[in-house]
């Protein structure tokens, strides 16, 4: 007799959960368009049950793609944190080596980001809007 596939419940700090059901929300919504993303989807991704993911995130799919998007811009706009001191060309040649390894890093957060002016959901959610 075979064991199911999916994964055992394991419990987390409300932190832990929130952030793996938003690294599973990022993920999905960095490889496709948020119109094709479910709260179904995201709790599959997620390994936990859809009410689940209405609990932190009661506003459903709107609520879940607003964070995963703000957080991942959050992210980026800290990697361009330039110090004041040091010559302008190695700030910004640090800044850029920022960039690329947040792009490296985090591709599908990225691809979320870059997805969020087309086809999403709300245009007023983004961050730079």
Do not use: I, N
């Amino acid at each position: 007799m075979t064991s199911s596939a999916v994964p055992a419940y394991r419990r987390m700090s409300v932190e832990q959960r929130r952030s793996q059901l938003l690294a599973a929300a990022v993920d999905l919504f960095g490889h496709r368009r948020p119109d094709d993303v479910s709260v179904d989807d995201v709790a599959v991704a997620a390994g936990v049950s859809r009410p689940l993911v209405y609990r932190y995130f009661p506003g459903g799919k709107q609520q879940l793609y607003e964070a995963a998007v703000q957080g991942a811009a959050e992210e980026l706009t800290a990697r361009f944190a330039v110090p004041s001191e040091g010559p302008p060309t190695q700030r910004l040649s640090d800044a850029l080596d920022r960039y690329l390894a947040y792009v490296d890093e985090h591709d599908a957060a990225y691809g979320a980001l870059l997805r969020g002016g087309r086809g999403s959901l709300s245009p007023s959610c983004l961050p730079w809007r």
